[in-house]
């Protein structure tokens, strides 16, 4: 299937450059993916569109300031962004100026610490070996909230705590799982007093998320791997809402390909696992049966797996109503649910 049929229409000034004042109050447009209708409501009125039954998964990741900016020995700015650390003093980078990017590079980052290149990988990143070792200190204390590129502004205090869920609790993202940013310990509250259990899973944010798709064709474009661990608690839960029969709603894309990763005949395998996980129409759901999400870059893997849950030429048709009635769109936009 060509990427291309995965595109729409954005204008620019629908692309959310800030965080509404209030998590709860972004819009939230429902789609009803039997029949394809819509409805406007609100996050906040999440509560009345899920069944009491329901098992809510969220992803718990939490995300490090794994920007940093270097000075190459010729002189200029080189951008880094942190994916994961692979050893002590040694992380896997996706970095700017890929091409000119050598094995014995070297540059210099903030507080005079030296990272060299050491070697490509996966086609798209480099590992980086720091002299001295950084830690997750030294990256709060030089590094930036790593926004995405369609957001054109330089971090700002406020994100420190804006792309950051309120139930982030395991360091290791370089993105946010943006579906959970929409979430206030208020909502939480009120979805387990309607009836809903709430269980969390792990799936730390790389390049297996926010990737774009660079092949003409779906099927050609690589999945990168991502870490995620799933507790003994959510496992029990999971296992007891699918046996029932009751409703497992994914909080975002990370949910969905961590459940679905994880789930075997016998059930849900606690603990730690890597997913390259890539989830194209045609798939079968095993596990998750409704979905709560942002609205997705075109021509994104992102789209493609909402595609794949919901139906193509249904999710193009609510997106293309969601650009007439102005949401917004994005990270720091509004969101879907699809039920």
Known sequence: ???SAFSFDL???????????????ARLLVLDRATGGTTDSSVR?????????????????????????????????????LLEERGPGLWEALAGRTRRMKPGKAYTFP????????????????????DPPIDEAYLE??????????????DAPADQERYQTVFSRVMGSAAAPTAGLHFTPHLLDTLRGSGADVACVTLH??????????????????MHEERFAIPGRTKELVDRAVRASRPVLAVGTTVVRTLESAWAEEG???????????????????????????FHTPGSSLLVLVSAFAGRERVLAAYAQAVVKKY????YGDAMLIR
């Open 205 to 222: 944010v790389g390049l297996g998320t926010f990737l774009p798709i660079r092949a003409e064709n779906i099927e050609d474009h690589v």
């Open 111 to 130: 507080g005079g610490v030296r990272g060299r290149v050491e070697e490509l990988v996966q086609g798209d990143t480099h590992l980086v070996r720091f």
């Open 328 to 331: 917004r769109f994005f990270s």
């Open 268 to 294: 849900l395998r606690e603990g730690e696992g890597r997913t390259r996980a890539y989830i194209t129409p045609g798939h079968t759901f095993r596990v998750v049966n409704k979905l709560f999400t942002n």
């Open 141 to 154: 204390r030089h590094g930036h909230v790593p926004l995405p590129p369609y957001i054109h502004r330089p």
């Open 45 to 81: 009125d999440l509560p009345r569109w899920i069944e009491p039954g329901t098992l809510v998964v969220l992803n718990d990741t939490r995300v490090r300031k794994a920007r940093l900016f270097a000075e190459s020995a010729g002189g200029g700015s080189v951008e880094f962004l």
């Open 1 to 3: 299937m060509k990427t």
């Open 11 to 25: 204008p620019e000034d629908l692309i959310a450059q800030q965080p509404l004042p209030d998590r709860e109050s």
